[in-house]
């Protein structure tokens, strides 16, 4: 008789894991509901033609994908925020803003590796509609509220701006075609460090004087508002750079008067892959184990919506 086991990257959960895990729920959805956001539910499965909707490499590459018994290609859902826009454009008289939360799992065809599953758990807080900083200000207050509750002081968001990074790579002389292949290095350089992004800047296509612009750059971070004028001198003539600066002024400018702009470390090098980001991108870190690397991330993305057929739609969030 073969070895009956769970699927590769799958696991079981007994008594001591599980209450750490409901702790953690539920502290999460008594924060988001203390900051107004109602709860939604949305199936596990979706059609495929939803889940490609959001585009990107990664969605075909790690997505458990099928065909069910009624030959319609389905796939199983690879985060919370794909059936929120669904939804959002399919349900064209929900209020705005609309402020909603989810908890569920979702699922990753990636490899596994330590502390990494493809079936996990998502607590996910959004707002839909509103297209201030403030917004994406106040998702970031609710997962610094979360961290703050079950890390004690041990905790940093990191930011920054799809629009910075676009100046960047203006700044840097990369042409626009080329500008999210170079996301997609400068994302990695937490696995492969300065090195290894250069070598992947240059199998992306990325000249020599334009990467090493680039790998100078992303050293620049800092806290507070005041760390945000060395962003500004170094994007000196790109419009759309310093647009995303004057955004990333506001949301510090935010967190500084809440007390918590110690917490937020505004930082060049962070990238996040996903190609639906239009603004402002967050990553948050437990400062105790900094080789867990992220264990939360959002950010802005006013077009997602339009992908499933709405209209545009401003919007942000966090998980």
């Not at 079981?12 to 008594?30: C, H, N, S």
Request: proline content about 5%.
């Amino acid at each position: 008789m073969s070895e009956m086991r769970t699927v590769r990257g799958m696991r079981d959960l007994f008594g001591p894991e599980m209450r750490v895990k409901d702790y953690l729920m539920k502290t999460a959805i008594d924060i988001f509901q203390k900051f107004g956001y109602e709860p939604l539910d949305s199936p596990v499965m979706e059609l495929w033609e939803t889940l490609s909707a959001k585009g990107g490499e990664e969605v075909e590459a790690e997505t458990f994908k099928f065909t069910d018994k009624g030959e319609r290609e389905v796939g199983l859902r690879f985060d919370l925020t794909v059936p929120l826009a669904r939804i959002v454009a399919t349900n064209p008289h929900l209020p705005k803003p609309f402020k909603r939360y989810a908890v569920g799992k979702a699922w990753r065809y990636d490899r596994p590796q330590a502390g990494r599953y493809r079936e996990f758990e998502q607590a996910d807080v959004d707002i839909i509609g509103a297209a201030s900083p403030a917004a994406d200000a106040e998702v970031v207050l609710v997962a610094l509220e979360f961290l703050r509750r079950i890390l004690g002081e041990d905790y940093v968001i990191k930011i920054n701006n799809r629009k910075v990074l676009k100046g960047l790579t203006e700044r840097a002389g990369v042409p626009d075609d080329l500008a999210f292949e170079c996301f997609r290095a400068i994302d990695k350089l937490d696995k492969i460090d300065r090195d290894g992004v250069l070598k992947e800047l240059k199998d992306r296509g990325i000249s020599k004087n334009s990467s090493d612009f680039l790998i100078d750059a992303i050293d620049i971070k800092g806290s507070g508002v005041e760390s945000l004028d060395k962003f500004r001198e170094l994007l000196t003539g790109s419009t759309i750079g310093i647009e995303g600066v004057d955004e990333l002024v506001i949301m510090a400018q935010i967190f500084d008067d809440a007390g918590v702009g110690d917490k937020v470390l505004f930082d060049l090098s962070l990238a996040r892959g996903l190609d639906y980001y239009t603004g402002p991108v967050f990553e948050g870190r437990y400062l105790g184990k900094p080789k867990v690397g992220s264990i939360l991330g959002g950010g802005r993305y006013d077009h997602l919506i339009e992908r499933f057929g709405g209209p545009p739609t401003p919007a942000t969030g966090i998980s």
